[in-house]
Nanobody, 114 residues
Framework: VQLQASGGGLVQAGGSLRLSCKVSGIAFSRYAMSWYRQVPEKERELVGSISRDGETNFRDSVKGRLTISRDRTKNAIYLQMNSLKPEDTAVYYC?????????WGQGTQVTVSS
């Protein structure tokens, strides 16, 4: 199973970014997927998830600003981030739990300047 995340970068506060995570080696449509983020010296935290049916949920601090979608034709999920804040600065990881294991993408850096 491989997850390849992309789309990070540097953006000013209030701006937008769209992260992508392409999945291979697994029946993508059968599983929920998630986005996490991590800053140095802190634990990785769950940003939001999308079920295999497309239902989403998010941590309170990003509700209304971030959305997750999935494209079965491309075996990919996306994290659309709007109204970004400096506290959103982190390395973002996509994740899928399958076969009693967790699989992770390599992470993509998002930096929001004030």
């Amino acid at each position: 199973v491989q997850l390849q995340a992309s789309g990070g970068g540097l953006v000013q506060a209030g701006g937008s970014l769209r992260l992508s995570c392409k999945v291979s080696g697994i029946a993508f449509s059968r599983y929920a997927m998630s986005w996490y983020r991590q800053v140095p010296e802190k634990e990785r935290e769950l940003v939001g998830s999308i079920s295999r049916d497309g239902e989403t949920n998010f941590r309170d601090s990003v509700k209304g600003r971030l959305t997750i979608s999935r494209d079965r034709t491309k075996n990919a999920i996306y994290l659309q981030m709007n109204s970004l804040k400096p506290e959103d600065t982190a390395v973002y990881y996509c994740n899928i739990d399958a076969w009693a294991r967790s699989f992770w993408g390599q992470g993509t850096q998002v930096t929001v300047s004030s």
